[in-house]
Nanobody, 128 residues
Framework: QVQLVESGGGLVQPGGSLRLTCIASGTIYNIYTMSWYRQAPGKERELVAT??????KYADSVQGRFTISRDTAKKTVYLQMNNLKPEDTAVYYC???????????????????????WGQGTLVTVSS
C-alpha cells in the first residue's frame, strides 16, 4: 500500500506564502502523477495542480501564484503558494497515482498494480 503524509499548512496573512510538502511511503515502482487538491468549507474538492513526467497543470485560480514540483527519488511533491488570498483558504490534499506493491487478501500474496492514495489533508487559512 501507499501512504501519504502532508505538512506545511497553517495561518498566513493575505499576500503571504506557504510551502506544502507531501511524502509518499510504501513500495513504489513508478510514479505516474502527483497532485494537490483542496476543499473549502461548503464546496466540492477541486484540483489545484498536478505534475507528471510530461509537465504541470494548474487551476486557473492559482496560475502564476502556485508552483508544483516534485523530487521523484524522495517520493515527495511540493506546492509553493505565493500571494495567498482569503479564497485560498481550504484543506489541501495530496494525491498520487503510482505503480506499487499491495497485498491481495484473496490470493494471500503481494502483487504489483496501479495504486491511488490520498493524504489526510492539511489546513491552510489565509486571514488578516
Amino acid at each position: 500500500q501507499v501512504q501519504l503524509v502532508e505538512s506545511g499548512g497553517g495561518l498566513v496573512q493575505p499576500g503571504g506564502s506557504l510551502r506544502l510538502t507531501c511524502i509518499a511511503s510504501g513500495t513504489i515502482y513508478n510514479i505516474y502523477t502527483m497532485s494537490w487538491y483542496r476543499q473549502a468549507p461548503g464546496k466540492e474538492r477541486e484540483l489545484v495542480a498536478t505534475i507528471t513526467s510530461g509537465g504541470k497543470k494548474y487551476a486557473d485560480s492559482v496560475q502564476g501564484r502556485f508552483t508544483i514540483s516534485r523530487d521523484t527519488a524522495k517520493k515527495t511533491v511540493y506546492l509553493q503558494m505565493n500571494n495567498l488570498k482569503p479564497e485560498d483558504t481550504a484543506v489541501y490534499y495530496c494525491n498520487v497515482e503510482v505503480q506499487g506493491s499491495y497485498y491481495d487478501d484473496y490470493d494471500a500474496a503481494f502483487k504489483a498494480g496501479h495504486l491511488e492514495a490520498w493524504g489526510q489533508g492539511t489546513l491552510v487559512t489565509v486571514s488578516s
